[in-house]
């Protein structure tokens, strides 16, 4: 088999399922009989894919790498298709044996294409025409993301965050032994501030990388300290494009979105550590973790379904209005609800998904499946699944955990709630599975597929089997910004007595799965936050 780094090798050779034209649908060529082979190469300058089976190429599968795009249509399935002008689009159709054979392709289809279009840089990266944040985003959605964060106020909004802000700062500052005399890439600078804390922290030198307009504020706020700015170059552009004349030895940024990955700028975050990061470099932050619990909040669900009671008027001006309700209904609970909620109401301890980021690949955050199991601590009507997350700073002298987790002071982020439309009835004691599976797109987030299942209960239960079963599809990009501040949920209130969650009511969680401090601040009651809120 060839290999696939660049211009020093002359091709590549992938083995396929089976490969197709389609506008030849009888002409299938399978792997059978003889192997097919999918061969990538390089031949006078230009990056080219061919099949052959046998020794002999296939006529008329041959696809231009610089004028084509790869579309996966299922976990063995893809599609490339030409999008040459001069020529009416043609597609092939290739079939693959196993998952980890798709995803080589895809990978040596995305470095050859790559190839074709750019040219190589004094680090050995690569500069191309049109980069790969440019392909795997929407240009309308990358243009308002950089005009967001490019305003001044929303860059207040952030630092106005103490909680976020302050962990940052006492990460850095607490861990001096990790910066003084290093270099620091600062990944999506925004207003500097990072960078900023890193030369306060004895930084050598500091690359603040930022691609809206803000970098032109952060030159200007880094000249404004010259002691510190002396040590700091402000770059204009993506991480993904910008050159630096050296490596680094530690990364700071500040990647989270919603739901930890909304925003998709952690893929950013793993790119500039393959990029620019030394070996064995630091990463502030080093481990996120997603954590989930399935909770019950039966004001929140009326208020949603209360929503929809627009569509049921039969006579408005005239107007039957009833026939869109069942859509209405449905899109106000696509929609995830960004609030700060009591931690009371959650049903059971909460589980995690932990994403390493000096191991993960830009890949695996395409899609995230996490498994969901939980055993009930109250019997009660199960409205959804509440997320949150936290980051660590794993310095050398000192590890800072930045958390969101309800009961915890707020933060600009919040937690989310995905809620059900058809809620399920769980025992004390029962137990509930799922699944959280959540698919990137192209407009820089998520699409969610949240399942959830209440297993039998009492009588027949050794049979196994599964009595309700509950999913909903959400947009993580299209939240319900709800923000209210966690209500005193007392028993004078609405709800039954068996829906009121107390602190004492939830199992302690296992302390590898919360720190110390995180696991206090859930089991505490929740106080008024409002100085804390920001929006």
């Given at each position: 088999?060839?290999?696939?780094?660049?211009?020093?090798?002359?091709?590549?050779?992938?083995?396929?399922?089976?490969?197709?034209?389609?506008?030849?649908?009888?002409?299938?060529?399978?792997?059978?009989?003889?192997?097919?082979?999918?061969?990538?190469?390089?031949?006078?300058?230009?990056?080219?894919?061919?099949?052959?089976?046998?020794?002999?190429?296939?006529?008329?599968?041959?696809?231009?790498?610089?004028?084509?795009?790869?579309?996966?249509?299922?976990?063995?399935?893809?599609?490339?298709?030409?999008?040459?002008?001069?020529?009416?689009?043609?597609?092939?159709?290739?079939?693959?044996?196993?998952?980890?054979?798709?995803?080589?392709?895809?990978?040596?289809?995305?470095?050859?294409?790559?190839?074709?279009?750019?040219?190589?840089?004094?680090?050995?990266?690569?500069?191309?025409?049109?980069?790969?944040?440019?392909?795997?985003?929407?240009?309308?959605?990358?243009?308002?993301?950089?005009?967001?964060?490019?305003?001044?106020?929303?860059?207040?909004?952030?630092?106005?965050?103490?909680?976020?802000?302050?962990?940052?700062?006492?990460?850095?500052?607490?861990?001096?032994?990790?910066?003084?005399?290093?270099v620091v890439v600062d990944v999506g600078a925004g207003s500097g501030i990072l960078s900023l804390?890193?030369?306060?922290?004895?930084?050598?030198?500091?690359?603040?990388?930022?691609?809206?307009?803000?970098?032109?504020?952060?030159?200007?706020?880094?000249?404004?300290?010259?002691?510190?700015?002396?040590?700091?170059?402000?770059?204009?552009?993506?991480?993904?494009?910008?050159?630096?004349?050296?490596?680094?030895?530690?990364?700071?940024?500040?990647?989270?979105?919603?739901?930890?990955?909304?925003?998709?700028?952690?893929?950013?975050?793993?790119?500039?550590?393959?990029?620019?990061?030394?070996?064995?470099?630091?990463?502030?932050?080093?481990?996120?973790?997603?954590?989930?619990?399935?909770?019950?909040?039966?004001?929140?669900?009326?208020?949603?379904?209360?929503?929809?009671?627009?569509?049921?008027?039969?006579?408005?001006?005239?107007?039957?209005?009833?026939?869109?309700?069942?859509?209405?209904?449905?899109?106000?609970?696509?929609?995830?609800?960004?609030?700060?909620?009591?931690?009371?109401?959650?049903?059971?301890?909460?589980?995690?998904?932990?994403?390493?980021?000096?191991?993960?690949?830009?890949?695996?955050?395409?899609?995230?499946?996490?498994?969901?199991?939980?055993?009930?601590?109250?019997?009660?009507?199960?409205?959804?699944?509440?997320?949150?997350?936290?980051?660590?700073?794993?310095?050398?002298?000192?590890?800072?955990?930045?958390?969101?987790?309800?009961?915890?002071?707020?933060?600009?982020?919040?937690?989310?709630?995905?809620?059900?439309?058809?809620?399920?009835?769980?025992?004390?004691?029962?137990?509930?599975?799922?699944?959280?599976?959540?698919?990137?797109?192209?407009?820089?987030?998520?699409?969610?597929?949240?399942?959830?299942?209440?297993?039998?209960?009492?009588?027949?239960?050794?049979?196994?089997?599964?009595?309700?079963?509950?999913?909903?599809?959400?947009?993580?990009?299209?939240?319900?910004?709800?923000?209210?501040?966690?209500?005193?949920?007392?028993?004078?209130?609405?709800?039954?007595?068996?829906?009121?969650?107390?602190?004492?009511?939830?199992?302690?969680?296992?302390?590898?799965?919360?720190?110390?401090?995180?696991?206090?601040?859930?089991?505490?009651?929740?106080?008024?936050?409002?100085?804390?809120?920001?929006?």
């Amino acid at each position: 088999m060839g290999d696939s780094t660049g211009h020093k090798h002359k091709h590549l050779e992938l083995t396929l399922a089976a490969v197709s034209e389609l506008s030849s649908s009888s002409s299938v060529y399978s792997s059978s009989s003889t192997p097919v082979i999918a061969r990538f190469s390089a031949d006078d300058g230009v990056a080219a894919l061919r099949f052959h089976q046998g020794s002999e190429f296939i006529d008329g599968l041959n696809v231009d790498l610089g004028t084509s795009q790869l579309f996966k249509l299922g976990p063995l399935q893809s599609l490339c298709v030409s999008e040459s002008a001069d020529t009416n689009k043609e597609g092939v159709s290739i079939q693959f044996r196993n998952e980890e054979e798709s995803r080589d392709f895809h990978s040596a289809f995305e470095q050859w294409q790559m190839e074709s279009k750019g040219t190589h840089l004094p680090n050995g990266d690569i500069s191309v025409s049109k980069s790969k944040f440019d392909n795997k985003i929407e240009s309308s959605s990358a243009k308002m993301y950089f005009h967001y964060y490019g305003q001044l106020l929303h860059q207040q909004n952030m630092l106005q965050d103490y909680v976020r802000t302050g962990t940052y700062y006492a990460a850095v500052i607490e861990n001096r032994v990790d910066f003084t005399g290093r270099v620091v890439v600062d990944v999506g600078a925004g207003s500097g501030i990072l960078s900023l804390f890193a030369a306060q922290a004895g930084a050598k030198h500091v690359y603040a990388v930022e691609a809206s307009e803000m970098a032109d504020y952060a030159r200007k706020l880094i000249t404004g300290n010259p002691t510190l700015g002396q040590r700091i170059t402000v770059i204009k552009g993506k991480v993904e494009e910008v050159e630096l004349p050296e490596k680094a030895d530690i990364l700071i940024s500040e990647p989270m979105g919603t739901l930890l990955v909304n925003e998709r700028m952690l893929e950013s975050y793993i790119i500039a550590r393959d990029r620019f990061l030394v070996p064995n470099g630091k990463m502030f932050p080093s481990t996120g973790r997603i954590h989930m619990a399935p909770f019950s909040d039966e004001y929140l669900f009326v208020e949603i379904a209360n929503k929809a009671l627009f569509w049921q008027q039969q006579d408005y001006y005239g107007v039957d209005l009833t026939p869109l309700y069942g859509s209405a209904f449905q899109g106000y609970f696509s929609q995830p609800v960004v609030d700060a909620f009591d931690p009371r109401l959650l049903v059971c301890p909460p589980m995690c998904h932990v994403l390493n980021f000096n191991e993960i690949k830009e890949e695996d955050l395409y899609e995230i499946d996490i498994p969901l199991k939980f055993t009930a601590s109250v019997g009660t009507r199960v409205h959804g699944l509440a997320c949150w997350f936290d980051v660590l700073f794993n310095g050398s002298t000192v590890q800072r955990w930045l958390t969101t987790a309800p009961g915890a002071p707020t933060t600009h982020w919040y937690q989310i709630r995905c809620v059900l439309s058809q809620p399920i009835y769980v025992m004390a004691g029962q137990e509930i599975t799922g699944r959280l599976h959540m698919i990137a797109h192209n407009a820089q987030s998520y699409t969610i597929y949240l399942a959830l299942s209440a297993k039998m209960w009492g009588p027949g239960a050794e049979q196994g089997g599964i009595i309700q079963t509950s999913s909903c599809k959400l947009d993580l990009k299209e939240p319900y910004y709800r923000m209210s501040q966690p209500q005193p949920y007392t028993t004078a209130q609405d709800q039954q007595p068996h829906q009121l969650l107390q602190a004492q009511d939830i199992p302690p969680i296992h302390t590898e799965d919360l720190d110390l401090e995180e696991l206090e601040l859930l089991q505490q009651p929740s106080e008024p936050l409002g100085a804390q809120q920001h929006q």
